[in-house]
Structure formats: structure tokens, C-alpha cells
């Protein structure tokens, strides 16, 4: 069982930055993806940003050259840094984790911190 603590969340101008920090439980060397989903009021939930084991990210088109994500495995974290924060980007941030032991593929989810970009 993999247990994950969010934090960073808060209010912020619009045009502002904030960094969102995922702690971890666990052993990240079993983390095949880790990253973040958001939900904003009234809409589905978005896979914002994620990062691979391998190194490789991806982004939703909406946040590309505005967010960017990392992991520090040896930590056991994972991070999200935005910039140029809009009011659309006001939702509640998820971290998550995909633990692929041998054949078994396990999802995990943080209970969420809220984002709220005043504009």
C-alpha cells in the first residue's frame, strides 16, 4: 500500500507560480509513473502532467510550456512547478502513483490540494 501526502496548494494571482509537492511512501523503484490529475469545479478530471521512470514526461496541451513536473526517486517525490497560472487552472491537484509489481499494475491517489488562481 502506497500512501501519498500533497502539498504547496493555496491562493495565488493570476500570472503567478506555485510548486505542489507529492511525498511518497514506499520505494519509488517500483513507481512506473507518478504525476498529477486536477479537477476543476463542475468538470471531469484532467491528467495534468506525468513522469515516467524511464525520464520521459508528458503534459496536457493545456498546461505545456507553463507546468513542469519531476521526480526525485531517491526521495521518494514528486513535484509540480506552474508558472503563468490562470484562473482555469483553479482545482483541486491529485498526486498519483502507477506501481507495476511483477505482473500487477497498482494506482494510488493523494487526497488533493486545492489551487485557487484569483484573476
Known amino acids: 500500500q502506497v500512501q501519498l501526502l500533497e502539498s504547496g496548494g493555496g491562493l495565488v494571482q493570476s500570472g503567478g507560480s506555485l510548486r505542489l509537492t507529492c511525498a511518497a511512501s514506499?520505494?519509488?523503484?517500483?513507481?512506473?509513473?507518478m504525476g498529477w490529475y486536477r479537477r476543476a469545479p463542475g468538470k471531469q478530471r484532467e491528467l495534468v502532467a506525468t513522469?515516467?521512470?524511464?525520464?520521459?514526461?508528458n503534459y496536457a496541451d493545456s498546461v505545456k510550456g507553463r507546468f513542469t513536473v519531476s521526480r526525485d526517486n531517491a526521495m521518494n517525490m514528486v513535484y509540480l512547478q506552474m508558472s503563468s497560472l490562470k484562473s482555469d487552472d483553479t482545482a483541486v491537484y491529485y498526486c498519483?502513483?502507477?506501481?507495476?509489481?511483477?505482473?500487477?499494475?497498482?494506482?494510488?491517489w493523494g487526497q488533493g490540494t486545492q489551487v485557487t488562481v484569483s484573476s
Open positions: 514506499g520505494s519509488a523503484d517500483s513507481f512506473y509513473a
Open positions: 498519483f502513483v502507477n506501481q507495476v509489481v511483477g505482473d500487477k499494475s497498482y494506482d494510488y
Open positions: 513522469a515516467i521512470s524511464g525520464g520521459s514526461t
